[in-house]
């Protein structure tokens, strides 16, 4: 590998940052999009020293306004370089509890389905047309909630896996593949936020298997397989890396 344009969503921390990484390693250009202006300069002036200046750029948009995610698209197609591989990671939990009155429970699912699903779905709408075709690969960023809650969250990310299934029927005749990949629980993220405390932490290494955490370099070490020529004939499949908390199914 190595040339290709990687877009990450995301991309300025943790699982998103990872993934740059790997793509940036193999020689490839990445575009680093997300909210944060200083967390995406930061990520991407990191990305430029260790390979190359030309590695790395940024965008900042919020990928839930349509224009914004419009905005997004100018600035990755303004070379006219088609896109060889999006990765939709951003997202996370928006709304971690409610107080069970039901503008808060709708509250709740709203932020979620905004955060997960709208941010995965506008960007790559916007992206498809300009997908390398054949050859294109899209890596959608799912979670072991997805398969059991919690919630809101859980919910939103069970759009993303139906979402994935039904883009991968949609462009495989156009030799492009779609697959995501669920991680478990990942730490040396900002996903939990003050909720890590180490006891916490306990409980979900505990879950596993393995009595170990993922490591965001793991999940992106996947990500990076998925989204390579040789994974040409892996198409509408939810790949599961969770030290075996949740069992394959």
Request: glycine share 14%; charged share 20%.
């Amino acid at each position: 590998m190595g040339g290709r344009r990687v877009v990450v969503s995301g991309g300025g921390t943790g699982i998103g940052l990872a993934t740059a990484e790997v793509f940036a390693a193999d020689g490839d250009r990445v575009v680093l999009i997300g909210r944060r202006a200083d967390v995406l300069r930061k990520a991407a002036d990191g990305l430029n020293e260790r390979y190359g200046q030309e590695t790395a750029s940024w965008h900042a948009a919020d990928l839930t306004d349509p224009e914004q995610v419009g905005a997004a698209r100018e600035f990755i197609i303004a070379d006219d370089t088609p896109v060889d591989v999006l990765v939709a990671n951003a997202g996370g939990n928006a709304a971690v509890s409610h107080d069970g009155g039901l503008a808060s429970v709708a509250d709740s699912y709203r932020r979620n389905f905004d955060a997960n699903v709208l941010t995965a779905v506008l960007l790559t709408e916007a992206l498809l047309p300009h997908l390398r075709r054949p050859g294109g690969r899209i890596v959608q960023l799912s979670s072991i909630a997805s398969l059991r809650g919690p919630g809101s969250y859980g919910g939103s990310k069970g759009w993303i896996n139906t979402y994935t299934y039904d883009l991968a029927q949609r462009v495989g005749s156009e030799g492009i593949t779609v697959n995501a990949v669920a991680p478990g629980f990942v730490g040396d993220t900002e996903f939990f936020g003050d909720r890590a405390t180490p006891e916490f932490v306990a409980t979900r290494v505990a879950q596993s298997l393995t009595g170990q955490p993922g490591h965001p370099a793991q999940i992106a070490a996947a990500i990076r397989y998925v989204a390579s020529p040789e994974a040409a004939y892996m198409t509408g499949q939810l790949l599961h890396i969770n030290g075996g908390a949740a069992l394959g199914r």
